[in-house]
């Protein structure tokens, strides 16, 4: 039996909520660049917190893993939270959970102590974003949608670039505490924000049931998905029977979660709402821009620093740029869709220029400068600032009031998980590629050229006071070093171009995506 969704008899006050709407925008948003900023603000500390606690690189990573993992379990029942508590206060809820627990984080002193602490502040963030996207979408107006989602996507887009720029500028100058004692302000004045205009839901439905079942399958299958895919290169994947469990369990638990709430009378998750076409797109085309953003956020910081020796604050300055383009064209893309421009030709023209960058980034080589990189990464931000909100508006466009809360919840689940795998698939593919680009090099590396670069390498060694007995051995070494160096640079060229090919292939999607505005729940009420 399926439950009948209930019919909206009451309308929203305009006076007390549509006044101040923008600083309700202003205020969820700030909550979610605060999660987002800390999902990858600690990457840059790692080295520093690995002394501080006595941690080895693979037991510190669970600093990570921990956050990552407890933030993936609440996104998909964000909704049910807000029927169970109220909007409004399991914002409030999430935000308080997610300050104590950076303290707690900031002056933990043990490895135990601190991801115990990272994964009840990512319980606490996961809630802010999709709580966030709901609340919005009731407080504003269809013909402002685009201008809510664009404020919305700004967060989104800078949380995880801003991320390392901050954590390296704190490290640098103060010590990795601080990046965690840094949420405690801009915290505060999130909760302060929340209190003062942030209205209960009136979309708000009883809870009549609690599933603990199917909350149980769901932890357990959204865990250990995600922990798979943080753990899988590390590990070499299914050569390690961590993984193999990891993913028996995965499938198993998930399998029998979404039987389980397709039947459930009160489900956890409305998982009906995959049923209308639009939505389902969507959530495929979020999984690839989920997957793009998150990966080359992760692949070119990794590539200035490992081949061309910048720093974490250098590269950190460098991506700005392409942070900004996103924040700054996601208005302009809100003002072009309400003035009739078709949503799809923005998805378009934004996928077109995201695959540009790409290519130009697939050229990048180990003599590239700053100025080499600056146009790419602009372009870039440009291409990933106008898919989002026009993306985000019509996945949720078919859908009724009451079916955002779930949707929210799981198209936010799914751009995460689609970052997760870019990552995932990031790590495993750069490591293969550059083993086979370096065997291929090395097979061509041979004859006259390579007689000349021994020499050369061996001269420079000879002048700089190195015995002529060790210089032969040491120019060899130097050689592979460069020829490993290289390598690895094609290695990235190549991922560069897999993603961005990974975006053009989803736009036949668009196909199925008619429908141009979402309906704010303010107006459907009336």
């Known amino acids: 039996m399926k439950p009948i969704l209930p019919t909206l008899s009451r309308s929203v006050d305009d006076a007390s909520i549509h006044a101040n709407r923008y600083i309700i925008a202003m205020t969820v948003t700030l909550a979610c660049v605060l999660e987002l900023l800390d999902t990858s603000i600690v990457n840059v500390a790692i080295p520093h917190m690995m002394g501080t606690l006595g941690a080895t690189l693979d037991e510190i990573t669970w600093v990570s893993i921990g956050y990552v993992v407890a933030n993936v379990i609440v996104l998909p029942i964000s909704g049910f939270l807000g029927n169970l508590f109220g909007r409004r206060n ?18 933990a002193s043990t490895l135990p102590e601190m991801v115990f602490w990272r994964i009840v ?3 606490g963030g996961g809630g802010l974003i999709a709580t966030a996207q709901s609340t919005m979408f009731e407080v504003f107006p269809r013909k402002e949608m685009g201008a809510a989602m664009a404020i919305f996507g700004m967060g989104i887009m800078l949380g995880p670039m801003l991320g390392p720029t901050v954590g390296g500028w704190l ?15 801009l915290g505060l004045l999130a909760l302060l924000l929340v209190l003062l205009y942030v209205p209960e839901s009136k979309l708000r439905q009883k809870v009549e049931h609690i599933d603990f079942t199917g909350l149980l399958l769901m932890a357990a299958g959204i865990g250990a998905l995600q922990l798979m895919l943080e753990r899988g290169e590390r590990l070499d994947w299914f ?4 993984v193999v469990a990891y993913a028996v369990i995965s499938i198993a638990a998930l399998g029998a979660f979404i039987i389980r709430q397709l039947e459930h009378l009160h489900p956890l998750v409305d998982l009906r709402v995959c049923r209308d076409p639009q939505f ?5 085309m979020t999984f690839f821009l989920g997957a793009s953003l998150f990966a080359t956020v992760f692949i070119f910081p990794v590539y200035l620093q490992t081949l061309m020796g910048y720093s974490a604050w250098q590269t950190g300055l460098l991506i700005l740029p392409s942070a900004l383009a996103s924040g700054l064209i996601m208005p302009v893309s809100a003002r072009l869709v309400s003035k009739g421009f078709p949503a799809r030709g923005l998805i378009i023209c934004g996928a077109g220029l995201f695959m540009y960058s790409m290519w130009l980034h697939y050229h990048f080589t180990t003599q590239s400068g700053t100025w080499d990189f600056m146009l790419p990464l602009v372009i870039r931000g440009v291409g990933l600032g106008m898919i989002f909100m026009p993306l985000n508006n019509l996945s949720m466009a078919n859908l009724q009031p009451l079916q955002i809360g779930s949707a929210t919840g799981l198209y936010n689940l799914t751009r995460q998980l689609g970052g997760s795998v870019g990552i995932a698939l990031s790590a495993t593919f750069s490591t293969k590629l550059s083993h086979m680009k370096n065997d291929v090099l090395l ?26 007995t060790s210089a032969d051995g040491a120019a060899h070494a130097l050689l592979a070093q460069q020829v490993q160096k290289q390598a690895l640079m094609l290695a990235y060229d190549h991922l560069f171009m897999l993603f961005g090919l990974a975006m053009l292939l989803t736009l036949p999607l668009l196909v199925v995506m008619k429908k141009q505005q979402v309906a704010a729940s303010a107006e459907v009420a009336h």
């Open 90 to 107: 399991y914002l409030l809820l999430s935000i308080t959970l997610f300050i104590v627990a950076s303290i707690a984080c900031g002056n």
């Open 121 to 123: 502040q990512g319980l």
């Open 171 to 185: 490290t640098d100058q103060y010590s990795w505490p601080w990046i965690f004692y840094i949420n405690l302000p």
């Open 239 to 242: 050569d390690a029977w961590e």
């Open 280 to 284: 389902a797109a969507g959530l495929v």
């Open 443 to 468: 097979e061509h590396l041979s004859g006259p050229f390579a007689s000349e670069r021994l020499a050369m390498l061996k001269s420079r060694l000879l002048a700089s006071g190195m015995p002529v």
